[in-house]
């Protein structure tokens, strides 16, 4: 296996990364795509492959090392806090400027050039514009609107594109051996998120949560079934954002203990307190971040079920997203008219909106938009 076989259906993106590791290079690159595309995996595909003899041939010293994160010429910065801020910044433009021990590049990766601030991002233009002969600066964010216009204009822009349902399933076939029934369920619905589509096909649990959340639709009918609805959702992405960082947390915790000798002595020193209490903030800001995020997916999924109703009612013939509720899908599709499912696409991204951009209490934007999806019988 190749650096490049990891990446899920970005041929051209590929062979692109290919000619500039065989001479076409640059020192700034922006990778873009939507959320579960693969950016941050393409410019650590695209950095192993500049670092190897052999244009990232995946089983070179060099190849691991990039793979498992101690490569000395590859940093990687990722971030779960909001923002990137100036003093990180400056830390990265004066590593960034040491020759690299090997002697090919100096690699800089920052996942989330999206959560710049304006002064971070301000320094690391000056940095991009006077760029050190072998330091190559990989920057990924969602799209290049998230980016600053200077930075932009002065990055090689890399836009990867969802994979198709076809390309995810031989991916799980091939990367997880699966069978090929699970692997397109898995494919289908995640709708092109890589990260989501491996969850699905490996976890029970994480299908389970989509299967309750998929069945929303079709049991809306009276306003004491959308408050239940609401509190169900809301429960089911507590369950899961719990599962994804509980482990996190206690590791989080355990060096921390270690740190600061608690575990062998049984004593605490004066300085564990106020860190215990820094890490704890920092966990539940985590927390909240990750439920939001679990949300948010979930009320992808429940798009994506009127979605599937309205290809019915308009008879596309595409195939479902959800073949699993077909029923419920026909049954709304039969009690309602294409503009009412449109409606109700809009009534789930106005949700989305009021929580994530003016920070409404998620339950009580998911009882506000239960309401909105509402089957009513004349
Ligand atoms: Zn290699």
Redesign the pocket.
Known sequence: MT?WDSLVGQGQVIARLQRAVAGEMTHAWLFTGPPGSGRSNTAVAFA?AL?????????????HEVAVGSHPDVRVTRTEKLSIGVDEVRELVRASALAPVGRRWQIMVVEDADRLTDQAANALLKAIEEPTERTVWLLCAPTVEDVLPTIRSRTRLVVLSTPSVDDVTDFLVRSEGLGVETASYAARASQGHIGRARALARDEDTRRRRREVVAIPGRLSSLGACMASAADLHDLAKEEADALTSDHDQREKSDLDRAYGVVERGRRPREYAPALRDLEKSQKTRAKRRHLDVVDRGLMDLVSVYRDVLTVQLGTGVDLVNEEVRGDVVALANASSAEQSLRRIEAVFEAREQMLEFNVPPLLALESMMVGLQIVRD
């Open positions: 650096v192993a670092q190897c003899e052999q244009g990232g041939c995946g089983q070179c010293h060099s190849c």
